[in-house]
């Protein structure tokens, strides 16, 4: 009987021990939650696009945080962030302008594909390469 008590003693102990941990660690994600609603508006990153600068803040990296399913990096949600506002300033310019973009945009995305080696140049490489 007493090894049993003893065993559910140490057994008590390690489950008060774990959620001291978890209580720590909720603390601490409070806290930066709280660090964050205060600073919203504190500029995390800056992306120069076609010479416009895009000044990225935290709370846009949260709200992105927020619409993904799994946890991504840092780096990745600020460059999430500035893909949304890049596209929200391409909605707000003439179809025209949007379009102009897109063939510029395509271009690039063609070229550095070219100069990697995974695009082919003419439809006579396509076919030969199969």
């Known amino acids: 009987m007493g090894e049993t008590l003893l065993e559910t003693i140490q057994t008590l102990q390690n489950q008060a021990a774990r959620l001291e941990r978890e209580a720590a660690e909720l603390r601490q994600a409070l806290a930066h939650v709280v660090e964050v609603l205060i600073s919203p508006s504190s500029v995390v990153a800056r992306y120069v696009i076609e010479g416009e600068t895009y000044e990225i803040t935290q709370a846009e990296v949260e709200a992105v945080r927020t619409e993904l399913a799994k946890p991504w990096t840092e780096s ?11 596209a929200k300033r391409l909605k707000e310019r003439s179809p025209e302008m949007q379009n102009q973009y ?22 006579e490489e396509a076919v030969i390469s199969d």
């Open 76 to 86: 990745a949600l600020y460059e999430l962030a500035a893909v949304k506002q890049v």
């Open 102 to 123: 897109f063939f510029k945009t395509s271009e690039a995305i063609r070229a550095a594909a070219l100069i990697d080696g995974r695009a082919i140049d003419a439809d």
